[in-house]
């Protein structure tokens, strides 16, 4: 999942979004992962 590693490698480089204050640009990644996750796991309880 491209947004996930894209999330985790900023989260590596930066330390407000390691100690859980997103910066700006870590807030939009974190977000785009957080919404994919969501569908992902929704795809995931509908396969059940
Ligand atoms: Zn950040």
Do not use: V
């Not at 590693?5 to 939009?28: I, K, L, M, V």
């Amino acid at each position: 999942m491209a947004a996930s590693t894209a999330w985790r490698t900023h989260r590596n480089t930066c330390s407000p979004c390691r100690s859980g204050q997103h910066c700006e640009t870590g807030a939009q990644l974190f977000e785009r992962f957080a919404r994919l996750q969501d569908a992902y796991l929704a795809e995931q309880r509908r396969k059940r």
